[in-house]
């Protein structure tokens, strides 16, 4: 026993038990298994389910435990094999026709997955998960209907499933019907009041009304919950940007690309706002990149189309339209717009069809959209402060490197919150790290008070940017974008 293990009390540790106490077969060795497998522990897991086998290699939960594993490890070959094993043992074993649906879903297998979801119904047809299986993967073909139907059953069958409900409840808000929709959403907020997605749900609802600023009350309640989601950012973004307040709409974008780096809605969202400003080049890259990712995308092609446009670029422009044309399946359409002459009235035609009704000056300023309203002056934006949680990596001199996250943020000073206290009056390194810089750049700052009455908010701590004493290009890198504005 090491020093660290002999200071713990008897409560302190997690409980495995011995074989001793479970017996020797191989049920001993999977109740074994799962306990390791509880406690994260998959090579012990793997190691109790292989002796498991060895003594009686016809019992078929071994290989489920083997499956569930190997899955957790992202071994998802070596996962199905198992499933595969366990099913030739026990054909309507469900826990294992689950695990292989999953699996199928994991690696994007859709249809084979929704096949074997309906083997597993015609087995089962009153097994809630299964239904819930399908009305995942007919939502994420877009077939709302249909995954209606089988969440609707599943919910029946299991009332408390609020994953599926709030599946349920997105579904119904891409079919427009709202008010099933809010039903949904509340009833899962009852089952689990603290479940991130329905409030992202609501958030949602109010958005698709038009009323953003409940909206992006319901998002930062979600990011209360769950500061890594990216989702709930991109639509707080969403909601800045029909609003206009284009710098909160950036901050936003930008903390939903560095939780996920491939997110091609925020991509895209970044490129408009850089194209309302005539930042061109910019927008271009921003548009690419999420074309990059999300390959049928008309909305991003026919908006890399007019900022083409408004660059001069009409070849390129006009490519871009034609793609977008492509994307929404009216191909068929691109013959006669070729046929209208000059590119021009092709740029003209290709809008036209594509629906855009935004004024757009070819070849001169750039695209003119409502996009006026910003902040006046730089020393109002200097000063302006936003709120958003933020990882930072910050190093004092002397001392192990800590992870702390922003509550608010400016161009002078940051307000973090860390479980380590920080010494007021020293000298930190703040680590900004890609995407929001090239390179990882370090800051330097100083620890200027602790935010609030003691014993209150003694987590939070202000810290000031060093200005003309230290190297502020990382942070003045990260505000650039307010320069457009």
């Known amino acids: 026993m090491t020093g660290s293990e002999s200071g713990r009390t008897r409560d302190d540790r997690e409980y495995i038990p011995t074989v001793n106490q479970l017996g020797h077969g191989a049920h001993a060795q999977l109740s074994l298994a799962y306990s390791c497998f509880a406690n994260g522990d998959h090579v012990r897991a793997i190691r109790h389910c292989e002796i498991a086998v060895r003594m009686n290699p016809v019992f078929p939960k071994p290989y489920l435990v083997l499956g569930w594993t190997y899955f957790n490890l992202g071994r998802f070959d070596t996962a199905m094999r198992n499933c595969e094993r366990a099913l030739a043992i026990d054909p309507q074993l469900s826990d294992a026709l689950l695990l292989e649906i999953q699996i199928l879903m994991e690696t994007r297998l859709d249809e084979e997955a929704m096949d074997r979801c309906r083997r597993a119904l015609a087995l089962a047809p009153d097994n809630a998960l299964f239904h819930f299986a399908l009305g995942t993967l007919c939502s994420r073909q877009d077939r709302y209907q249909e995954a209606i139907l089988s969440l ?170 034609g793609q977008a044309l492509r994307d929404s399946g009216r191909q068929e359409e691109i013959a006669a717009i070729e046929g209208c002459g000059d590119p021009l009235a092709q740029v003209n035609a290709y809008r036209q069809a594509l629906g855009l009704d935004r004024e757009l000056l070819v070849g001169g300023e750039g695209v003119r959209e409502v996009f006026a309203r910003g902040f006046a002056g730089s020393n109002k934006r200097q000063h302006q402060r936003f709120q958003v949680k933020l990882p930072l990596g910050i190093e004092r001199p002397g001392e192990k490197p800590l992870v702390a996250e922003t509550i608010d943020i400016s161009r002078q000073g940051i307000l973090v919150e860390s479980d380590t206290a920080l010494a007021i009056g020293s000298e930190v390194k703040i680590l900004l790290s890609p995407p929001f810089v090239d390179a990882e750049v370090p800051v330097l700052g100083r620890v200027v008070r602790v935010a609030g009455p003691s014993g209150e908010d003694d987590k939070r701590f202000a810290i000031h940017l060093a200005g003309d004493q230290g190297d502020t290009t990382g942070w003045d890198t990260f505000f650039s974008e307010f320069s457009l504005i």
């Open 152 to 321: 609707g059953r599943a919910v029946e069958l299991n009332p408390q499933l609020a994953d599926a409900r709030q599946l349920l409840a997105s579904c119904y808000l891409r079919m427009g019907d709202k008010d099933s929709a809010l039903r949904q959403t509340e009833t899962s907020l009852q089952l689990n009041p603290v479940a991130a997605r329905a409030r992202l749900l609501l958030g949602n609802l109010y958005a698709s009304q038009g009323d953003y600023l409940t909206a992006l009350g319901e998002y930062r309640q979600a990011t209360d919950i769950n500061p890594r989601m990216a989702e709930a950012h991109y639509r707080a973004g969403l909601c800045y940007f029909q609003l206009e307040q284009y710098p909160l709409a950036i901050i936003e974008l930008r903390v939903a690309l560095f939780i996920h780096g491939n997110y091609p809605e925020a991509l895209h969202l970044l490129g408009r706002i850089y194209a309302a400003f005539n930042r061109h080049t910019l927008a271009v890259e921003h548009y690419r990149a999420a074309l990059q990712l999300r390959v049928k995308f008309p909305e991003a092609k026919a908006d890399l189309g007019d900022t083409l446009a408004a660059a001069g670029e009409l070849q390129e422009a006009l490519a871009a339209y």
